[in-house]
T-cell receptor
């Protein structure tokens, strides 16, 4: 069964450092998303991406965040200068038609 | 008002019991509705889509009431493996999924 894959599964970084979280969406999907979940809290929307551009972004997705689809398979989330409060589980998701989305297993980001 | 609100529970039920819970959503223009399941520290997994006519998938029944803007999930004959957090998810016309905070269900032997 096709699945969304994310790497790494766990990333520890020092405050102020840049991190790149990587995702390989399901191959025939056209819509891509990043969500995050702070421990004990709900899943929060960060950004959606369609047709090689951002289609929606939340207030959380400020200038420190960026997304890229560098080739035909990868979808990345970059955080330029990490803060302690960026510590969370980051989920990538993809959708064929922008309706039903399937999630990767997540990257646990710990900022120290 | 929160976009999607759920009763957080927890619902503690014995095996074999029926458990039901709701969620409400604020955006009347919402197009699609889902229940996802999330196990501790894992990714959300699609349980089922929710249709206006109501739909069943085995022991799970979902209902949508557009007029009152609420969605329900009923689990019959609960199994230990049903213990999880159930996430109500609404997709607006902006292709963005909005999540509720989740309802925790614990099924005990």
């Amino acid at each position: 069964e096709p699945e969304v894959t994310q790497t790494p599964s766990h990333q520890v970084t020092q405050m102020g450092q840049e991190v790149i979280l990587r995702c390989v969406p399901i191959s025939n999907h056209l819509y891509f998303y990043w969500y995050r979940q702070i421990l004990g809290q709900k899943v929060e929307f960060l950004v959606s991406f369609y047709n090689n551009e951002i289609s929606e972004k939340s207030e959380i997705f400020d200038d420190q965040f960026s997304v890229e689809r560098p080739d035909g398979s990868n979808f990345t989330l970059k955080i330029r200068s990490t803060k302690l409060e960026d510590s969370a589980m980051y989920f990538c998701a993809s959708s064929e038609k922008g309706i039903t989305a399937f999630f990767g297993q997540g990257t646990r980001l710990t900022v120290v | 008002r929160k976009e999607v609100e759920q009763d957080p529970g927890p619902f503690n039920v014995p095996e074999g019991a029926t458990v039901a819970f709701n969620c409400t959503y604020s955006n009347s223009a919402s197009q699609s509705f889902f229940w996802y399941r999330q196990d501790c520290r894992k990714e959300p997994k699609l349980l089922m889509s929710v249709y206006s006519s109501g739909n069943e998938d085995g022991r799970f029944t979902a209902q949508l009431n557009r007029a009152s803007q609420y969605i329900s999930l009923l689990i019959r004959d609960s199994k230990l493996s049903d213990s999880a957090t159930y996430l109500c998810v609404v997709n607006g016309d902006d292709y963005k999924l909005s999540f509720g905070a989740g309802t925790t269900v614990t099924v005990r032997a």
